[in-house]
C-alpha cells in the first residue's frame, strides 16, 4: 500500500509541471539553493508591503475626517492602485504559479486608477472652469451652483479662455506628427473621445487579462503563447491609446489647474515572460525579481498619489457626474452641427421610438 502510494505521488509531481513552484517547494528550494538573496528580497517586500498599506490607511483616514463629497470617494478610488499591487506582488514572492491571477488584479486596478484619474480631471476642471465664470461675472448675478447647471458649456468656455493650442501633439504618440499640427481650439466632440479612449483600455484590460488566463490553461503551451502575444500587444497599444487621452485631457487643462496638486503620473505597463501553466527555470527566475522590483516600487507610487492627492483639498463642491458632464458635451457637438444634419439626427430619434 505504501509503495503504490509512493509511485501515485511520484506520477503526480512528474505529470505536474508546476510542482516545483508550488508555494511550500518553492520556498524549501530558495532556502536550501539561495537562502540569503530570497531572505533578503522577501523582508524587504515584506516591509515595502507593510509601508504601502500603512501610508494608504493613514492618507485614507484623512480624507474621512474631510466632507463627505463626490471628490472624497474618487479619492479614496486612487488608493486602490497602490494597495492591489503591494499585495499581489507580496503574494506572488512565495508562490510564483500566482503571478498570472496577480497580472490580473493588477492590470485592473491600474485600469480602474486611469478611469478615476480622468473623472477627477473632470471634477477640478468642473470647479475651476466655474470660479473663472464667477470671477468674470458681474457680483450677485450668477452663483457656483446655477454654473453647475450647464457644466459642459462651462467647461469649453473655460478651456477656449486660453486660447488655440496644439492638442493631439502629446506623447506618446502625438510628438512623431508635431510639426504637422496646428493650433486649434478643442472642441466637445473632440472631449468626449479623450473619455472614450481611457474607457477602452478599462475595457480591454478586463477581458484580455481574463483571456490570458483562459489561454494558458485551456490551449497547448505553444498555441497560447501564439495567442496571448497578440492579445499583449494589443493590451500595450490600448494603454498607450488611453495614456495618450490623457495627455490631451492635460494639455488642454494645464493652465486651468496650475492651482492644484494633481500630479500627472503614467501608471507602469506590467510585463512578465510567464506564460501560465508552463514554467520555466529562468522564467520564473524573471518573474520573482520583477515582482521584487514592482513591489519596492509601490512605496514611491503611494507617496505620489498621496501627494497628487491631498486630504486637504478635498471640499464639498458642488458637482456632476462624468456621465452627465459627457451628456452635456454631446448635445454642445450636436448643436455645433450643421442644421440639416441636426434635423437628420432628430428624425432618427423620433423613428427609433
Not at 450647464?150 to 478651456?159: K, W, Y
Not at 502625438?174 to 478599462?202: D, M, N
Not at 490600448?238 to 486651468?256: E, N, P
Request: with cysteine.
Amino acid at each position: 500500500m505504501t509503495d503504490s502510494m509512493m509511485k501515485e505521488a511520484h506520477d503526480f509531481e512528474t505529470f505536474d509541471r508546476n510542482s516545483d513552484f508550488r508555494a511550500m517547494k518553492f520556498i524549501s528550494r530558495c532556502m536550501e539553493n539561495t537562502r540569503i538573496p530570497f531572505l533578503v528580497a522577501t523582508c524587504l517586500g515584506t516591509v515595502a508591503m507593510i509601508t504601502t498599506m500603512v501610508m494608504c490607511i493613514l492618507h485614507s483616514r484623512a480624507l474621512d475626517r474631510r466632507p463627505i463629497c463626490m471628490l472624497r470617494s474618487y479619492y479614496h478610488g486612487m488608493l486602490v492602485f497602490p494597495m492591489v499591487w503591494a499585495i499581489c506582488c507580496w503574494f506572488a514572492l512565495f508562490c510564483p504559479l500566482v503571478a498570472p491571477l496577480s497580472e490580473l488584479f493588477m492590470g485592473q486596478s491600474e485600469a480602474y486608477a486611469i478611469y478615476i484619474f480622468l473623472v477627477i480631471m473632470y471634477m477640478l476642471v468642473s470647479i475651476e472652469a466655474c470660479k473663472t465664470k464667477l470671477e468674470q461675472s458681474d457680483p450677485g448675478q450668477t452663483s457656483l451652483r446655477s454654473e453647475m447647471e450647464n457644466m459642459g458649456q462651462t467647461i469649453m468656455d473655460a478651456v477656449h479662455d486660453y486660447g488655440p493650442q496644439k492638442y493631439f501633439a502629446v506623447p506618446p504618440f502625438g510628438c512623431c506628427f508635431k510639426p504637422c499640427c496646428w493650433e486649434h481650439q478643442i472642441t466637445a466632440k473632440q472631449l468626449l473621445w479623450v473619455s472614450r479612449l481611457v474607457k477602452q483600455y478599462v475595457i480591454l484590460e478586463l477581458f484580455l487579462n481574463t483571456f490570458f488566463m483562459w489561454a494558458g490553461l485551456t490551449f497547448q503551451p505553444e498555441r497560447a503563447a501564439r495567442i496571448q502575444n497578440v492579445a499583449a500587444y494589443i493590451l500595450k497599444i490600448s494603454g498607450m491609446m488611453a495614456v495618450y487621452g490623457l495627455f490631451i485631457m492635460y494639455k488642454a487643462t494645464h493652465d486651468l489647474l496650475h492651482d492644484w496638486n494633481t500630479t500627472r503620473f503614467r501608471p507602469r505597463e506590467n510585463s512578465c515572460l510567464l506564460t501560465p501553466g508552463h514554467p520555466e527555470e529562468l522564467e520564473r527566475i524573471v518573474v520573482f525579481w520583477t515582482t521584487f522590483a514592482s513591489l519596492m516600487e509601490t512605496v514611491l507610487l503611494s507617496h505620489l498619489i498621496i501627494r497628487a492627492f491631498p486630504a486637504h483639498e478635498v471640499a464639498d463642491f458642488p458637482l456632476k457626474n462624468l456621465d452627465l458632464v459627457e451628456l452635456e458635451l454631446r448635445q454642445i457637438h450636436e448643436r455645433s452641427l450643421p442644421s440639416g444634419l441636426d434635423s437628420e439626427s432628430s428624425e432618427d430619434d423620433e423613428e427609433s421610438k
